[in-house]
Protein backbone atom coordinates (compact mmCIF):
# COMPACT_ATOMS: atom_id res chain seq x y z
CA UNK A 1 0.00 0.00 0.00
CA UNK A 2 1.27 3.09 -0.81
CA UNK A 3 1.67 6.27 2.04
CA UNK A 4 -0.74 7.96 1.89
CA UNK A 5 -0.17 12.22 2.32
CA UNK A 6 -0.97 13.65 5.69
CA UNK A 7 -4.57 15.29 5.27
CA UNK A 8 -3.11 18.21 6.66
CA UNK A 9 0.39 19.49 6.61
CA UNK A 10 1.04 22.48 8.42
CA UNK A 11 4.35 24.38 8.71
CA UNK A 12 6.20 27.17 10.94
CA UNK A 13 1.86 28.88 10.23
CA UNK A 14 2.21 32.22 11.95
CA UNK A 15 -0.63 34.69 11.66
CA UNK A 16 -1.34 37.89 13.57
CA UNK A 17 -3.80 41.13 13.35
CA UNK A 18 -3.50 44.31 13.34
CA UNK A 19 -0.74 46.54 12.80
CA UNK A 20 1.48 48.99 14.34
CA UNK A 21 1.26 48.85 18.24
CA UNK A 22 -1.69 46.83 18.67
CA UNK A 23 -0.52 44.38 16.15
CA UNK A 24 -1.33 40.83 18.03
CA UNK A 25 0.80 37.67 16.82
CA UNK A 26 -1.62 34.84 17.39
CA UNK A 27 -0.10 32.08 15.44
CA UNK A 28 3.44 32.01 15.64
CA UNK A 29 5.72 29.15 13.60
CA UNK A 30 2.51 26.74 14.27
CA UNK A 31 3.43 22.62 13.19
CA UNK A 32 0.64 20.51 12.54
CA UNK A 33 0.36 17.27 10.47
CA UNK A 34 -2.94 15.40 10.58
CA UNK A 35 -3.28 11.68 8.99
CA UNK A 36 -5.94 11.34 6.71
CA UNK A 37 -8.47 9.53 8.69
CA UNK A 38 -7.71 10.87 12.25
CA UNK A 39 -10.01 12.54 14.15
CA UNK A 40 -7.99 15.18 16.02
CA UNK A 41 -9.56 18.07 19.08
CA UNK A 42 -8.03 21.17 19.27
CA UNK A 43 -8.20 22.34 22.84
CA UNK A 44 -6.97 25.51 24.05
CA UNK A 45 -8.19 28.74 26.18
CA UNK A 46 -10.08 31.25 24.55
CA UNK A 47 -8.72 34.06 22.32
CA UNK A 48 -5.34 31.60 21.63
CA UNK A 49 -6.05 31.30 18.18
CA UNK A 50 -8.26 28.38 17.40
CA UNK A 51 -10.60 29.82 15.43
CA UNK A 52 -7.91 30.81 13.40
CA UNK A 53 -5.34 28.02 12.46
CA UNK A 54 -9.14 26.33 11.70
CA UNK A 55 -9.58 29.24 9.32
CA UNK A 56 -5.87 29.15 8.05
CA UNK A 57 -6.31 25.27 7.59
CA UNK A 58 -9.60 25.59 5.73
CA UNK A 59 -8.49 28.50 3.06
CA UNK A 60 -10.91 30.83 4.43
CA UNK A 61 -8.11 33.43 5.69
CA UNK A 62 -3.92 33.43 4.55
CA UNK A 63 -1.46 33.14 6.91
CA UNK A 64 1.10 35.83 6.98
CA UNK A 65 3.98 32.64 6.75
CA UNK A 66 4.72 29.57 6.90
CA UNK A 67 3.73 26.66 4.15
CA UNK A 68 0.15 24.46 4.72
CA UNK A 69 -0.33 21.60 1.93
CA UNK A 70 -3.73 19.84 2.06
CA UNK A 71 -4.06 16.26 1.04
CA UNK A 72 -0.91 16.52 -0.74
CA UNK A 73 -1.32 19.82 -2.03
CA UNK A 74 0.18 22.90 -1.76
CA UNK A 75 -2.51 25.21 -0.92
CA UNK A 76 -0.20 28.09 -0.70
CA UNK A 77 0.07 30.26 -3.99
CA UNK A 78 -3.42 29.34 -4.98
CA UNK A 79 -5.62 31.75 -6.32
CA UNK A 80 -8.80 32.47 -4.83
CA UNK A 81 -10.48 30.19 -7.78
CA UNK A 82 -8.51 27.41 -6.78
CA UNK A 83 -8.90 28.01 -3.40
CA UNK A 84 -12.46 28.18 -3.70
CA UNK A 85 -12.41 25.02 -5.69
CA UNK A 86 -10.53 23.46 -2.85
CA UNK A 87 -13.11 24.08 -0.13
CA UNK A 88 -15.85 23.58 -2.37
CA UNK A 89 -14.29 19.93 -2.85
CA UNK A 90 -12.12 18.76 0.21
CA UNK A 91 -13.13 20.98 2.66
CA UNK A 92 -16.63 20.49 5.00
CA UNK A 93 -17.09 23.46 7.84
CA UNK A 94 -19.33 23.22 10.71
CA UNK A 95 -19.22 26.77 12.50
CA UNK A 96 -20.02 27.36 16.25
CA UNK A 97 -22.99 29.54 15.23
CA UNK A 98 -24.64 27.87 12.65
CA UNK A 99 -24.22 30.27 10.16
CA UNK A 100 -26.96 28.71 8.08
CA UNK A 101 -28.71 31.68 5.74
CA UNK A 102 -31.90 32.99 7.28
CA UNK A 103 -33.64 33.39 3.89
CA UNK A 104 -33.12 29.07 3.23
CA UNK A 105 -34.99 26.41 4.50
CA UNK A 106 -33.07 23.41 5.97
CA UNK A 107 -33.40 22.21 2.38
CA UNK A 108 -31.86 24.95 0.15
CA UNK A 109 -29.14 25.16 2.86
CA UNK A 110 -28.06 21.82 2.97
CA UNK A 111 -28.09 21.68 -1.04
CA UNK A 112 -26.62 24.99 -0.86
CA UNK A 113 -22.73 24.00 -1.56
CA UNK A 114 -23.63 21.45 -3.71
CA UNK A 115 -25.75 24.39 -6.01
CA UNK A 116 -22.38 26.09 -5.87
CA UNK A 117 -20.77 23.49 -6.97
CA UNK A 118 -22.72 23.22 -10.08
CA UNK A 119 -24.89 20.63 -9.57
CA UNK A 120 -28.45 20.98 -10.50
CA UNK A 121 -31.19 21.97 -8.01
CA UNK A 122 -33.19 18.64 -8.75
CA UNK A 123 -30.39 16.72 -7.59
CA UNK A 124 -29.18 18.91 -5.16
CA UNK A 125 -32.33 19.15 -2.96
CA UNK A 126 -32.32 14.86 -3.38
CA UNK A 127 -28.87 14.29 -1.62
CA UNK A 128 -29.82 17.47 0.47
CA UNK A 129 -32.90 15.31 1.74
CA UNK A 130 -30.91 11.78 2.45
CA UNK A 131 -28.39 13.85 4.63
CA UNK A 132 -31.11 15.40 6.65
CA UNK A 133 -32.55 12.29 6.70
CA UNK A 134 -28.94 10.89 8.05
CA UNK A 135 -28.73 13.57 10.59
CA UNK A 136 -31.95 12.59 12.09
CA UNK A 137 -34.44 15.74 10.87
CA UNK A 138 -36.64 13.77 8.56
CA UNK A 139 -39.80 15.87 8.04
CA UNK A 140 -38.17 19.34 9.33
CA UNK A 141 -36.62 19.92 5.66
CA UNK A 142 -38.96 23.16 5.12
CA UNK A 143 -37.88 24.63 7.86
CA UNK A 144 -36.33 27.96 8.16
CA UNK A 145 -33.21 28.09 10.43
CA UNK A 146 -35.63 30.46 13.39
CA UNK A 147 -37.95 27.64 13.39
CA UNK A 148 -35.37 25.06 14.25
CA UNK A 149 -33.68 24.37 17.94
CA UNK A 150 -30.17 24.82 18.41
CA UNK A 151 -29.36 21.57 18.26
CA UNK A 152 -31.52 20.86 14.94
CA UNK A 153 -29.87 24.04 13.68
CA UNK A 154 -26.33 22.36 14.65
CA UNK A 155 -27.30 19.39 12.52
CA UNK A 156 -28.71 20.96 9.18
CA UNK A 157 -25.29 22.49 9.79
CA UNK A 158 -23.39 19.41 10.13
CA UNK A 159 -25.37 17.94 6.61
CA UNK A 160 -24.29 20.84 4.85
CA UNK A 161 -20.25 19.95 6.04
CA UNK A 162 -20.92 16.92 4.47
CA UNK A 163 -23.13 17.74 1.49
CA UNK A 164 -20.02 17.60 -0.93
CA UNK A 165 -18.29 14.01 0.57
CA UNK A 166 -15.74 16.17 1.95
CA UNK A 167 -12.61 14.55 2.83
CA UNK A 168 -11.56 16.74 5.46
CA UNK A 169 -14.15 18.33 8.09
CA UNK A 170 -13.65 21.46 10.33
CA UNK A 171 -15.82 22.03 13.03
CA UNK A 172 -15.22 24.83 15.51
CA UNK A 173 -16.91 24.60 18.73
CA UNK A 174 -19.61 23.01 16.94
CA UNK A 175 -21.25 22.18 20.86
CA UNK A 176 -20.70 25.65 22.13
CA UNK A 177 -23.73 26.69 22.05
CA UNK A 178 -25.92 23.70 23.06
CA UNK A 179 -27.07 22.52 26.08
CA UNK A 180 -25.51 19.32 27.72
CA UNK A 181 -27.94 16.48 25.90
CA UNK A 182 -27.66 18.25 22.71
CA UNK A 183 -23.94 18.59 22.74
CA UNK A 184 -23.59 14.86 23.30
CA UNK A 185 -25.65 13.88 20.74
CA UNK A 186 -24.10 16.18 17.82
CA UNK A 187 -21.27 14.83 19.15
CA UNK A 188 -22.23 11.42 18.75
CA UNK A 189 -23.23 12.64 15.49
CA UNK A 190 -20.42 13.25 14.43
CA UNK A 191 -18.27 10.60 15.34
CA UNK A 192 -20.52 8.80 13.29
CA UNK A 193 -20.48 10.09 10.61
CA UNK A 194 -16.86 10.85 10.51
CA UNK A 195 -16.39 6.98 10.65
CA UNK A 196 -19.04 6.14 8.34
CA UNK A 197 -17.51 8.66 5.60
CA UNK A 198 -13.85 7.95 6.39
CA UNK A 199 -13.05 11.61 7.04
CA UNK A 200 -10.06 13.25 8.53
CA UNK A 201 -11.67 15.75 11.15
CA UNK A 202 -10.41 18.77 13.14
CA UNK A 203 -12.80 20.15 16.05
CA UNK A 204 -12.34 22.56 17.90
CA UNK A 205 -14.26 21.91 21.46
CA UNK A 206 -13.88 23.38 24.91
CA UNK A 207 -15.07 20.11 26.36
CA UNK A 208 -12.56 18.19 27.32
CA UNK A 209 -14.66 14.26 27.63
CA UNK A 210 -15.37 15.10 24.35
CA UNK A 211 -11.62 15.63 23.12
CA UNK A 212 -10.68 12.56 24.79
CA UNK A 213 -13.25 10.40 22.98
CA UNK A 214 -10.81 11.68 20.34
CA UNK A 215 -8.03 10.19 18.16
CA UNK A 216 -5.66 13.00 19.37
CA UNK A 217 -5.68 15.71 21.42
CA UNK A 218 -3.75 19.29 20.26
CA UNK A 219 -3.54 21.47 22.85
CA UNK A 220 -2.85 25.30 21.90
CA UNK A 221 -1.25 27.43 24.25
CA UNK A 222 -0.35 31.01 23.76
CA UNK A 223 3.54 30.25 23.28
CA UNK A 224 4.16 27.83 20.16
CA UNK A 225 6.44 25.95 22.85
CA UNK A 226 3.64 25.48 25.31
CA UNK A 227 1.76 23.27 22.64
CA UNK A 228 1.15 19.84 23.18
CA UNK A 229 0.33 16.83 21.09
CA UNK A 230 -1.15 13.73 22.94
CA UNK A 231 -2.44 10.71 21.51
CA UNK A 232 -5.28 9.13 23.17
CA UNK A 233 -5.43 5.94 21.63
CA UNK B 1 -19.01 29.30 -14.17
CA UNK B 2 -22.19 28.62 -12.80
CA UNK B 3 -23.81 31.04 -10.66
CA UNK B 4 -27.06 29.52 -10.12
CA UNK B 5 -26.47 29.14 -6.51
CA UNK B 6 -25.83 32.63 -6.14
CA UNK B 7 -28.52 33.47 -8.24
CA UNK B 8 -30.83 31.56 -6.15
CA UNK B 9 -29.48 33.58 -3.01
CA UNK B 10 -30.07 36.97 -4.11
CA UNK B 11 -33.49 36.08 -5.52
CA UNK B 12 -34.40 34.75 -2.18
CA UNK B 13 -33.15 38.21 -0.58
CA UNK B 14 -35.68 39.91 -2.78
CA UNK B 15 -38.55 38.09 -2.93
CA UNK B 16 -39.71 34.91 -0.94
CA UNK B 17 -38.98 36.01 2.18
CA UNK B 18 -40.95 35.81 5.20
CA UNK B 19 -40.12 39.11 6.90
CA UNK B 20 -39.82 42.38 5.87
CA UNK B 21 -35.87 42.65 5.75
CA UNK B 22 -33.60 45.67 5.23
CA UNK B 23 -32.54 44.29 2.23
CA UNK B 24 -36.25 44.59 0.69
CA UNK B 25 -36.42 48.25 2.22
CA UNK B 26 -33.38 49.37 0.42
CA UNK B 27 -34.45 47.10 -2.65
CA UNK B 28 -37.36 49.24 -2.74
CA UNK B 29 -35.56 52.37 -2.15
CA UNK B 30 -33.33 51.72 -4.81
CA UNK B 31 -36.19 50.50 -7.13
CA UNK B 32 -38.02 53.66 -6.29
CA UNK B 33 -34.99 55.98 -7.38
CA UNK B 34 -34.41 54.36 -10.21
CA UNK B 35 -37.76 54.13 -11.83
CA UNK B 36 -38.32 57.81 -11.04
CA UNK B 37 -35.15 58.88 -12.62
CA UNK B 38 -36.60 57.08 -15.65
CA UNK B 39 -39.72 58.43 -15.39
CA UNK B 40 -38.98 62.03 -15.56
CA UNK B 41 -36.35 61.29 -18.13
CA UNK B 42 -38.82 59.49 -20.46
CA UNK B 43 -41.75 62.12 -19.57
CA UNK B 44 -39.27 65.05 -19.94
CA UNK B 45 -37.81 64.24 -23.37
CA UNK B 46 -41.58 63.10 -24.67
CA UNK B 47 -42.53 66.75 -24.66
CA UNK B 48 -39.42 67.68 -25.84
CA UNK B 49 -40.59 64.87 -28.60
CA UNK B 50 -43.78 66.26 -28.52
CA UNK B 51 -42.64 69.99 -29.01
CA UNK B 52 -39.66 68.93 -31.68
CA UNK B 53 -41.91 66.90 -34.30
CA UNK B 54 -44.67 69.75 -33.76
CA UNK B 55 -41.57 71.97 -35.35
CA UNK B 56 -40.08 69.76 -37.90
CA UNK B 57 -43.47 69.57 -39.35
CA UNK B 58 -43.99 72.83 -39.38
CA UNK B 59 -41.06 72.93 -41.41
CA UNK B 60 -42.14 69.41 -44.09
CA UNK B 61 -45.58 71.42 -44.50
CA UNK B 62 -44.39 75.07 -45.36
CA UNK B 63 -41.06 75.06 -46.85
CA UNK B 64 -39.18 73.30 -49.64
CA UNK B 65 -37.86 69.66 -48.76
CA UNK B 66 -34.34 70.63 -50.84
CA UNK B 67 -32.83 73.46 -53.14
CA UNK B 68 -30.86 73.14 -55.92
CA UNK B 69 -28.37 76.55 -56.46
CA UNK B 70 -25.85 77.31 -58.35
CA UNK B 71 -22.84 76.55 -57.21
CA UNK B 72 -21.24 80.20 -57.58
CA UNK B 73 -23.12 82.80 -58.31
CA UNK B 74 -27.03 83.74 -58.52
CA UNK B 75 -27.55 82.24 -61.68
CA UNK B 76 -28.79 78.85 -62.58
CA UNK B 77 -27.63 77.46 -65.69
CA UNK B 78 -30.37 75.19 -67.93
CA UNK B 79 -32.69 75.29 -65.48
CA UNK B 80 -35.24 73.84 -67.62
CA UNK B 81 -33.36 70.99 -68.42
CA UNK B 82 -32.78 70.42 -64.62
CA UNK B 83 -36.29 70.71 -63.57
CA UNK B 84 -37.12 67.95 -66.37
CA UNK B 85 -33.92 65.65 -65.50
CA UNK B 86 -35.24 65.88 -62.16
CA UNK B 87 -39.11 65.39 -62.68
CA UNK B 88 -38.48 62.50 -64.96
CA UNK B 89 -36.00 60.82 -62.56
CA UNK B 90 -38.32 61.38 -59.51
CA UNK B 91 -41.26 61.57 -60.65
CA UNK B 92 -44.38 62.90 -58.24
CA UNK B 93 -42.11 65.27 -57.03
CA UNK B 94 -43.51 68.98 -56.85
CA UNK B 95 -40.67 71.28 -58.98
CA UNK B 96 -40.60 75.17 -58.67
CA UNK B 97 -38.30 76.96 -59.99
CA UNK B 98 -37.56 80.48 -58.23
CA UNK B 99 -35.67 83.36 -58.31
CA UNK B 100 -34.95 85.82 -55.03
CA UNK B 101 -33.92 89.20 -54.60
CA UNK B 102 -34.85 92.81 -52.62
CA UNK B 103 -37.08 95.19 -53.92
CA UNK B 104 -39.22 98.11 -52.59
CA UNK B 105 -42.94 97.67 -51.89
CA UNK B 106 -45.08 101.10 -51.91
CA UNK B 107 -49.08 101.41 -51.48
CA UNK B 108 -50.79 104.62 -50.98
CA UNK B 109 -48.76 105.39 -47.28
CA UNK B 110 -45.18 105.14 -48.58
CA UNK B 111 -42.29 101.98 -49.68
CA UNK B 112 -40.75 99.64 -47.53
CA UNK B 113 -37.65 97.66 -48.52
CA UNK B 114 -38.78 93.68 -48.68
CA UNK B 115 -37.83 90.55 -50.00
CA UNK B 116 -39.22 89.53 -53.21
CA UNK B 117 -39.20 85.88 -54.46
CA UNK B 118 -40.98 84.82 -57.80
CA UNK B 119 -42.30 81.55 -57.61
CA UNK B 120 -43.08 79.14 -61.17
CA UNK B 121 -45.96 77.63 -59.57
CA UNK B 122 -48.18 80.93 -58.76
CA UNK B 123 -49.67 83.69 -61.21
CA UNK B 124 -51.00 85.69 -58.41
CA UNK B 125 -49.23 88.22 -56.25
CA UNK B 126 -49.01 87.51 -52.42
CA UNK B 127 -47.84 89.46 -49.55
CA UNK B 128 -46.94 87.85 -46.45
CA UNK B 129 -48.74 88.98 -42.84
CA UNK B 130 -45.68 91.21 -41.47
CA UNK B 131 -44.94 92.88 -45.02
CA UNK B 132 -49.59 93.61 -45.23
CA UNK B 133 -48.51 95.15 -41.57
CA UNK B 134 -45.90 97.18 -42.72
CA UNK B 135 -47.61 98.74 -45.29
CA UNK B 136 -51.31 99.04 -43.47
CA UNK B 137 -52.61 96.61 -46.18
CA UNK B 138 -55.18 93.81 -46.74
CA UNK B 139 -56.38 91.36 -49.36
CA UNK B 140 -57.57 93.36 -52.35
CA UNK B 141 -55.37 96.48 -52.21
CA UNK B 142 -53.17 97.28 -54.54
CA UNK B 143 -49.31 97.45 -54.30
CA UNK B 144 -46.13 99.08 -56.32
CA UNK B 145 -42.85 97.01 -56.78
CA UNK B 146 -40.09 98.80 -57.65
CA UNK B 147 -36.89 97.74 -58.11
CA UNK B 148 -33.32 98.51 -57.69
CA UNK B 149 -33.01 97.82 -61.67
CA UNK B 150 -33.05 101.07 -63.64
CA UNK B 151 -34.47 101.21 -67.07
CA UNK B 152 -34.01 104.33 -69.90
CA UNK B 153 -36.88 106.40 -70.27
CA UNK B 154 -37.33 109.28 -72.45
CA UNK B 155 -36.87 111.49 -68.80
CA UNK B 156 -34.07 109.62 -67.99
CA UNK B 157 -32.99 106.29 -66.25
CA UNK B 158 -35.82 105.09 -64.04
CA UNK B 159 -36.06 102.05 -61.75
CA UNK B 160 -38.50 99.27 -62.95
CA UNK B 161 -41.53 99.25 -61.48
CA UNK B 162 -45.02 97.93 -61.69
CA UNK B 163 -48.61 97.76 -59.49
CA UNK B 164 -50.13 94.56 -58.45
CA UNK B 165 -53.22 93.55 -56.31
CA UNK B 166 -52.63 91.58 -53.40
CA UNK B 167 -54.79 88.62 -54.02
CA UNK B 168 -54.27 87.22 -50.26
CA UNK B 169 -52.21 87.09 -47.06
CA UNK B 170 -49.59 84.57 -46.77
CA UNK B 171 -48.41 83.63 -43.17
CA UNK B 172 -45.02 85.11 -42.65
CA UNK B 173 -41.83 82.51 -42.57
CA UNK B 174 -40.11 82.15 -38.98
CA UNK B 175 -37.89 85.05 -38.78
CA UNK B 176 -38.78 87.37 -41.40
CA UNK B 177 -38.37 90.50 -39.98
CA UNK B 178 -39.00 92.49 -43.22
CA UNK B 179 -41.94 90.82 -44.92
CA UNK B 180 -41.89 88.90 -48.55
CA UNK B 181 -43.55 89.90 -51.40
CA UNK B 182 -44.16 86.69 -54.03
CA UNK B 183 -45.10 87.09 -57.28
CA UNK B 184 -45.46 84.82 -60.18
CA UNK B 185 -41.66 83.76 -62.02
CA UNK B 186 -42.07 85.81 -65.11
CA UNK B 187 -42.98 89.07 -63.54
CA UNK B 188 -39.78 89.04 -60.88
CA UNK B 189 -37.46 88.29 -63.62
CA UNK B 190 -38.24 91.23 -65.31
CA UNK B 191 -38.31 93.18 -62.33
CA UNK B 192 -34.89 91.88 -60.89
CA UNK B 193 -32.90 90.73 -63.96
CA UNK B 194 -34.96 91.97 -67.17
CA UNK B 195 -34.44 88.39 -68.83
CA UNK B 196 -35.83 85.02 -67.45
CA UNK B 197 -32.77 83.91 -64.80
CA UNK B 198 -33.49 81.38 -62.33
CA UNK B 199 -31.83 81.66 -58.88
CA UNK B 200 -33.06 77.89 -57.63
CA UNK B 201 -35.02 75.00 -58.16
CA UNK B 202 -37.59 73.84 -55.16
CA UNK B 203 -38.22 70.53 -54.74
CA UNK B 204 -41.52 69.18 -52.42
CA UNK B 205 -42.01 65.15 -51.56
CA UNK B 206 -44.45 65.41 -48.85
CA UNK B 207 -43.79 61.14 -49.13
CA UNK B 208 -39.74 61.35 -48.01
CA UNK B 209 -38.71 65.02 -47.32
CA UNK B 210 -35.75 64.27 -45.19
CA UNK B 211 -33.98 61.91 -47.90
CA UNK B 212 -35.03 64.23 -50.86
CA UNK B 213 -32.16 66.00 -51.22
CA UNK B 214 -29.82 63.00 -50.90
CA UNK B 215 -31.55 61.38 -53.93
CA UNK B 216 -32.05 65.01 -55.78
CA UNK B 217 -27.96 65.48 -54.92
CA UNK B 218 -27.46 61.97 -56.62
CA UNK B 219 -29.39 62.78 -59.88
CA UNK B 220 -27.67 65.74 -60.53
CA UNK B 221 -24.09 64.62 -59.68
CA UNK B 222 -24.45 61.90 -61.88
CA UNK B 223 -25.71 64.82 -64.51
CA UNK B 224 -22.26 66.96 -63.45
CA UNK B 225 -24.42 69.66 -63.41
CA UNK B 226 -22.57 72.55 -61.67
CA UNK B 227 -24.90 72.65 -58.86
CA UNK B 228 -24.99 72.25 -55.21
CA UNK B 229 -28.37 70.35 -53.51
CA UNK B 230 -29.04 71.58 -49.99
CA UNK B 231 -31.53 69.23 -48.21
CA UNK B 232 -33.90 70.01 -45.67
CA UNK B 233 -30.93 69.50 -43.25
CA UNK B 234 -28.81 72.15 -44.57
CA UNK B 235 -31.96 74.32 -45.55
CA UNK B 236 -32.48 74.31 -41.73
CA UNK B 237 -29.17 73.41 -39.96
CA UNK B 238 -29.33 75.85 -37.43
CA UNK B 239 -32.62 75.15 -36.43
CA UNK B 240 -31.95 71.17 -36.00
CA UNK B 241 -28.79 72.23 -34.49
CA UNK B 242 -30.57 73.69 -31.70
CA UNK B 243 -33.40 70.95 -31.37
CA UNK B 244 -30.85 68.64 -30.99
CA UNK B 245 -28.64 70.21 -29.09
CA UNK B 246 -31.66 70.97 -26.90
CA UNK B 247 -32.12 67.49 -26.44
CA UNK B 248 -29.21 66.45 -25.49
CA UNK B 249 -28.68 69.14 -22.71
CA UNK B 250 -32.14 68.13 -21.66
CA UNK B 251 -31.04 64.00 -21.62
CA UNK B 252 -27.72 65.17 -19.65
CA UNK B 253 -29.51 67.77 -16.93
CA UNK B 254 -32.68 65.49 -16.49
CA UNK B 255 -30.08 62.03 -16.29
CA UNK B 256 -28.30 63.58 -13.46
CA UNK B 257 -31.52 62.42 -11.55
CA UNK B 258 -30.50 59.21 -12.60
CA UNK B 259 -26.94 59.10 -11.71
CA UNK B 260 -28.34 60.27 -8.15
CA UNK B 261 -30.44 57.38 -8.36
CA UNK B 262 -27.56 55.49 -9.23
CA UNK B 263 -25.47 56.71 -6.31
CA UNK B 264 -28.18 55.49 -4.43
CA UNK B 265 -28.23 51.66 -5.67
CA UNK B 266 -24.49 51.61 -4.54
CA UNK B 267 -25.17 52.90 -1.15
CA UNK B 268 -27.70 50.32 -1.14
CA UNK B 269 -26.16 47.73 -2.81
CA UNK B 270 -22.95 48.46 0.00
CA UNK B 271 -25.61 48.17 2.46
CA UNK B 272 -26.70 44.99 1.47
CA UNK B 273 -23.06 43.40 1.32
CA UNK B 274 -22.95 44.64 5.00
CA UNK B 275 -25.80 43.46 6.37
CA UNK B 276 -25.27 40.16 3.91
CA UNK B 277 -20.92 39.60 5.23
CA UNK B 278 -22.16 36.73 7.36
CA UNK B 279 -24.05 34.72 4.65
CA UNK B 280 -21.09 35.83 2.10
CA UNK B 281 -18.28 34.71 3.81
CA UNK B 282 -20.73 31.25 4.62
CA UNK B 283 -20.78 31.05 0.47
CA UNK B 284 -17.08 31.57 -0.10
CA UNK B 285 -16.62 29.12 2.62
CA UNK B 286 -18.99 26.12 1.25
CA UNK B 287 -16.56 26.92 -2.20
CA UNK B 288 -18.22 30.19 -4.04
CA UNK B 289 -15.44 31.96 -5.79
CA UNK B 290 -14.82 35.53 -5.10
CA UNK B 291 -15.87 35.91 -9.16
CA UNK B 292 -19.08 34.21 -8.92
CA UNK B 293 -19.94 36.26 -5.52
CA UNK B 294 -19.23 39.47 -7.43
CA UNK B 295 -21.64 38.73 -10.13
CA UNK B 296 -24.05 38.19 -7.09
CA UNK B 297 -24.02 41.63 -6.86
CA UNK B 298 -23.82 42.66 -10.14
CA UNK B 299 -26.95 40.76 -10.66
CA UNK B 300 -28.72 42.22 -7.86
CA UNK B 301 -28.02 45.68 -9.55
CA UNK B 302 -29.14 44.65 -12.77
CA UNK B 303 -31.87 43.37 -11.46
CA UNK B 304 -33.27 46.66 -9.68
CA UNK B 305 -31.79 48.42 -12.97
CA UNK B 306 -33.80 46.33 -15.34
CA UNK B 307 -37.29 46.28 -12.78
CA UNK B 308 -36.75 49.84 -12.27
CA UNK B 309 -36.00 51.17 -15.41
CA UNK B 310 -38.48 48.79 -17.29
CA UNK B 311 -40.92 50.31 -14.54
CA UNK B 312 -40.36 53.63 -14.95
CA UNK B 313 -40.02 53.04 -19.02
CA UNK B 314 -43.82 51.76 -19.06
CA UNK B 315 -45.66 54.50 -16.57
CA UNK B 316 -43.16 57.02 -17.94
CA UNK B 317 -44.41 56.46 -21.46
CA UNK B 318 -48.11 55.65 -20.72
CA UNK B 319 -48.46 59.54 -18.82
CA UNK B 320 -46.83 60.83 -21.81
CA UNK B 321 -49.26 58.87 -24.25
CA UNK B 322 -52.26 59.03 -22.49
CA UNK B 323 -51.61 63.14 -21.80
CA UNK B 324 -51.21 63.72 -25.14
CA UNK B 325 -54.20 61.59 -26.26
CA UNK B 326 -56.32 63.72 -23.93
CA UNK B 327 -54.76 66.98 -24.43
CA UNK B 328 -55.14 66.98 -20.97
CA UNK B 329 -52.13 70.03 -20.67
CA UNK B 330 -53.98 72.93 -22.43
CA UNK B 331 -51.98 75.87 -23.94
CA UNK B 332 -53.18 79.74 -24.29
CA UNK B 333 -54.60 79.52 -27.45
CA UNK B 334 -52.85 81.50 -30.65
CA UNK B 335 -49.59 81.51 -28.67
CA UNK B 336 -47.88 78.02 -30.00
CA UNK B 337 -49.32 76.06 -32.90
CA UNK B 338 -50.92 73.35 -31.18
CA UNK B 339 -53.48 73.88 -28.82
CA UNK B 340 -52.60 70.96 -26.00
CA UNK B 341 -48.74 70.44 -24.91
CA UNK B 342 -47.79 67.66 -26.90
CA UNK B 343 -45.72 64.39 -26.27
CA UNK B 344 -44.10 61.88 -28.47
CA UNK B 345 -42.42 58.48 -27.37
CA UNK B 346 -39.55 57.58 -29.77
CA UNK B 347 -38.32 54.35 -28.92
CA UNK B 348 -34.76 54.57 -29.74
CA UNK B 349 -34.63 57.64 -26.97
CA UNK B 350 -36.62 55.11 -24.83
CA UNK B 351 -34.13 52.45 -25.43
CA UNK B 352 -31.21 54.78 -24.98
CA UNK B 353 -32.87 55.89 -21.63
CA UNK B 354 -33.41 52.26 -20.31
CA UNK B 355 -29.93 51.68 -21.26
CA UNK B 356 -27.86 54.76 -19.44
CA UNK B 357 -30.15 53.37 -16.34
CA UNK B 358 -29.02 50.04 -16.72
CA UNK B 359 -25.10 50.92 -17.38
CA UNK B 360 -25.78 53.31 -14.16
CA UNK B 361 -26.95 50.50 -12.38
CA UNK B 362 -24.56 47.55 -13.45
CA UNK B 363 -21.82 50.41 -12.58
CA UNK B 364 -23.46 51.20 -8.84
CA UNK B 365 -23.25 47.92 -8.29
CA UNK B 366 -19.63 46.97 -9.12
CA UNK B 367 -18.11 49.29 -7.11
CA UNK B 368 -19.49 47.14 -3.61
CA UNK B 369 -19.21 43.71 -5.20
CA UNK B 370 -15.62 44.34 -5.63
CA UNK B 371 -15.09 45.31 -2.55
CA UNK B 372 -16.55 41.94 -1.16
CA UNK B 373 -15.31 39.78 -3.25
CA UNK B 374 -11.69 41.46 -2.19
CA UNK B 375 -12.07 39.88 1.19
CA UNK B 376 -10.85 36.98 2.28
CA UNK B 377 -13.80 34.56 3.52
CA UNK B 378 -12.58 34.63 7.20
CA UNK B 379 -13.58 38.10 7.87
CA UNK B 380 -16.89 37.86 7.17
CA UNK B 381 -17.11 35.22 10.02
CA UNK B 382 -16.02 36.86 13.27
CA UNK B 383 -18.59 35.84 15.79
CA UNK B 384 -20.81 38.45 16.54
N1 LIG C 1 -9.94 39.83 12.39
C1 LIG C 1 -9.33 40.02 13.57
N2 LIG C 1 -8.82 41.22 13.88
C2 LIG C 1 -8.20 41.42 15.06
N3 LIG C 1 -8.03 40.49 15.97
C3 LIG C 1 -8.52 39.26 15.73
C4 LIG C 1 -9.19 38.97 14.50
N4 LIG C 1 -9.54 37.67 14.54
C5 LIG C 1 -9.13 37.18 15.73
N5 LIG C 1 -8.52 38.13 16.43
C6 LIG C 1 -7.90 37.95 17.75
O1 LIG C 1 -7.03 36.86 17.66
C7 LIG C 1 -7.08 36.10 18.82
C8 LIG C 1 -7.44 34.67 18.49
O2 LIG C 1 -8.76 34.61 18.03
P1 LIG C 1 -9.47 33.23 17.73
O3 LIG C 1 -8.68 32.50 16.73
O4 LIG C 1 -10.88 33.51 17.42
O5 LIG C 1 -9.37 32.53 19.14
P2 LIG C 1 -10.15 31.27 19.70
O6 LIG C 1 -10.96 30.69 18.60
O7 LIG C 1 -9.08 30.36 20.16
O8 LIG C 1 -10.98 31.75 20.81
C9 LIG C 1 -8.11 36.75 19.72
O9 LIG C 1 -7.43 37.53 20.66
C10 LIG C 1 -8.89 37.57 18.81
O10 LIG C 1 -9.36 38.71 19.47
MG1 LIG D 1 -12.99 30.48 18.34
Not at chain 1, 53 to 64: K, M, N, S, V, Y
Not at chain 1, 117 to 122: D, I, M, S
Request: proline share 5%.
Amino acid sequence: MSERPPMVRAEGLGKGYGSGPTRLEVLDGLDLEVPAGQMLAVVGPSGVGKSTLLHLIGLLDRPDRGRLALDGLAADDLDGNRRAGLRSRLIGFVFQHHHLLDELDALDNVALPLRIAGVRAAGARDRAAELLDAVGLTGRASHFPDQLSGGEQQRVSVARALAMRPGLLLADEPTGNLDRDNAERLFELVIELHLKAGLTSIIVTHNEEMARRCDRIFRLAPRAELSSDVRTV
Amino acid sequence: MAIGAELHVASRYLVGTRRWTPVVTVTLISLLGLGLGVFALVVTLALLDGFQSGIRSQIEARAAHAEVRPTSGRRLAEPDRLASLLQGRLGEVEIVQVVRGMCLVGSGTGAVPASVVGRSDTDRTTVDSVLARRLGIGAGDRIEVISARQRLTPMGPLPVRFTADVGRLAPPAPGDEAGTVELPLDRAQRLLWGEPVVGAIELRDPADPWGLGDRARAILEEAAAPVRVAGLVELHRPLLTALALEKIMIFVAVGLMLVVAALNLLCNVAMVAAEKRKDLAVMAGLGSTPGSLRRLFLVLGLVIGLVGSVAGAVVGSAVAITLDRTEALELPSGVFMVSAVPFEIDPATLALVVAVALGLSAGAAWLPARLVARREPAEGLRYE
